[in-house]
């Protein structure tokens, strides 16, 4: 059986803990005196030959084989990033400017990082399949290293660029660091085949042990880039501004991008022992938006500014401190487990991103309504628990994992009846952490389409929130129109009196929306139009089904919401339940899952 390399683990005493990572940064800022003057240790006099090192994700130094292969054996590297237009194309709606900021913080992060170390970032404008044979032909370059990428925009462009690279007698090295495992390698441990559920995945990685330990970041010097070379001018290849990308509106994101900032928010954490150990996804505040309750690393996983081997090699390190620590799935390393599940399961699925050709997503008729989209989008649906959330996600680029559930049941099966792929644009668009794997399946099983069954326990937009926070404090920052509304009213402020309105100079209708559906009627509505889908047909409910409740780095779903519903959503939800196919009576509830478990309480790693 192939097996990962297993880690090595020197017992941590507590006045090293908060040194470790410390010494990471320091070594990639400020190399030491006997490496100042030398080159990396591959680089031995007498080798010849250019490579250039393709940045793409995996924006860091720590854990980075690409950069150790680019380095080996080569006289010069030239470390490179490439502005692919694809992503700018209104059409796409790819990025918003929260995500493009916290891309283009990355980069200046990791040009400051190459900087201390002798080299920088050249900063390239085109298609990959334009520049790099350009630069290829003329920084006459012999070798090509880059990080593997699993998403099918990024494979066809690899593809293409691989064989470019071949026909001009360039060798091409790829490696994979992006996530804990070669995935490919997972599938085929697994019989040729990705795992469906989260329980049949936790059993795949057990056999294969744990992830390759993560590389350490260079500290020796790396050789100049040579800039009298064609294309390579300050004015061409420096990190451009949000505003030189064509982006009208300030970015308003309070996550600052970059390794730096991802290692000093990891270790932030970590100090907190205990907490690491105790930490179950579910547990955590939605409504807690001055400090996330949660880790809020995922924008960092995302943009590969923290290593996923690195951050799993510190869990396992707290963990060897707290033998009775918390498990997967809903443990920190669990998190780091749905991630590579989703990936996994993802880069094996034709068509995972969307319904039509996606063999594990149910073939549900949505609605279109587009003026209903725009309202959610907006956040303008009446319902000031949604609207605060679509707020924040527009602000900040990130919301709670329970705020993501609340939106999107809200969007879909739960009141607006509109399609996850609508949802999930959105999302793409303006969350720091949408990843195409992940954002995906989280909105298939939000929207039952796959992985949950339950279709007919819905979240309630009016008391939900609620649990967490009855004063609306949550609402009342992110809704400053609402700011004055009564606690009784600030959940269903059209329920308020006239002259209650009046007083908090917010007048329904008129200062803030009216609510665009009745969610008593429509999520009546919705579970009906579910019950009759899912009778019709019976594709994606394998994917997933027998799998605990989730927590993944997304939006994830699977959290059950009917404790935060009203009694007539309950009464609805009881009434379905009797006559739900049997796959939703087979899928496990949130509350079966944990009490199997023995655990009370989980926690994302947003």
Same mark, same amino acid.
């Given at each position: ?131 790099? %044979? ?34 001009? *007698? ?47 970041? %260079? ?338 779903? *699977? ?48």
């Amino acid at each position: 059986m192939l097996r990962c390399a297993q880690p090595k683990y020197a017992p941590l005493k507590s006045q090293a803990f908060n040194q470790k990572l410390n010494r990471l940064v320091a070594a990639a800022r400020t190399p030491s005196k006997s490496s100042s003057t030398s080159r990396m240790a591959s680089t031995s006099s007498g080798q010849q030959g250019r490579s250039i090192l393709w940045f793409r994700k995996g924006l860091r130094l720590h854990d980075n084989p690409a950069l150790r292969d680019a380095c080996t054996g080569s006289a010069a590297v030239f470390p490179i990033f490439i502005i692919d237009p694809y992503f700018l194309q209104k059409s796409n709606n790819k990025v918003g400017v929260n995500r493009y900021q916290f891309l283009l913080e990355s980069l200046s992060d990791l040009n400051s990082s190459l900087t201390s170390l002798g080299s920088q970032l050249l900063v390239l404008r085109g298609t990959p399949e334009e520049v790099i %044979p350009r630069v290829l032909r003329d920084w006459s370059i012999k070798k090509l290293c880059y990080e593997i990428d699993t998403e099918p925009y990024a494979k066809a462009r690899d593809a293409r660029v691989d064989d470019m690279a071949r026909e001009a *007698g360039v060798e091409v090295k790829k490696h994979w660091s992006h996530t804990l495992y070669d995935t490919d390698m997972l599938v085929r441990e697994n019989k040729g085949k990705a795992p469906l559920t989260m329980q049949a995945f936790e059993k795949l990685v057990d056999r294969v042990g744990h992830p390759l330990t993560a590389l350490p970041a %260079p500290t020796a010097r790396l050789p100049p880039v040579d800039v009298s070379l064609p294309g390579i001018k300050d004015a061409e290849v420096g990190v451009p501004t949000w505003q030189e990308m064509g982006f009208k509106e300030a970015p308003t994101a309070i996550f600052k991008g970059g390794e730096t900032e991802a290692l000093k928010r990891l270790e932030h954490y970590m100090k907190d022992t205990k907490w690491v150990a105790s930490f179950e996804k579910p547990s955590t505040d939605p409504s807690a938006f001055t400090e996330p309750s949660t880790t809020a690393l995922s924008p960092y996983l995302k943009f590969g500014c923290l290593s996923a081997r690195f951050f799993h090699q510190r869990l396992l390190d707290v963990y060897r401190l707290h033998p009775k620590h918390s498990q997967p799935p809903m443990s920190l390393r669990g998190q780091l487990l749905w991630r590579e599940f989703f990936y996994t399961l993802g880069s094996h699925t034709p068509n995972f991103d969307r319904i039509a050709g996606n063999p594990i997503c149910r073939q549900i008729t949505w609605d279109t309504n587009p003026a209903l989209l725009k309202a959610w989008r907006d956040g303008a649906t009446g319902y000031p628990w949604i609207d605060a959330a679509m707020t924040q996600l527009r602000e900040w680029g990130w919301m709670h994992h329970l705020a993501r559930h609340s939106v999107a049941c809200f969007l879909t099966r739960g009141d607006l009846y509109l399609s996850w792929e609508s949802g999930k644009e959105v999302f793409e668009e303006l969350l720091l952490d949408a990843d195409y794997f992940i954002n995906a399946a989280n909105w298939m099983w939000l929207s039952a389409s796959a992985f949950f069954a339950q279709y007919f326990r819905v979240y309630s937009p009016v008391v939900f929130g609620k649990k967490y926070d009855k004063e609306g404090a949550y609402i009342r920052k992110f809704l400053p129109v609402l700011k004055d509304m009564p606690a009784k009213y600030i959940y269903e402020p059209w329920t308020a009196p006239k002259e209650v309105q009046q007083r908090a100079n917010c007048i329904i209708g008129r200062d803030y929306p009216a609510p665009i559906v009745d969610h008593a009627v429509a999520s009546k509505e919705c579970i009906a139009r579910m019950g009759a889908a899912y009778k019709a047909t019976n594709t994606g409910g394998s994917a997933g089904k027998a799998s605990p409740a989730k927590a993944a780095s997304s939006g994830d779903a *699977g959290t059950s919401a009917s404790a935060g519903a009203p009694s007539s959503s309950k009464k609805t939800t009881g009434k379905r339940a009797a006559s739900a196919d049997q796959g939703g009576k087979r899928q496990k509830t949130l509350e079966e899952s944990m009490t199997k478990k023995g655990a009370s309480k989980k926690e994302a790693g947003k």
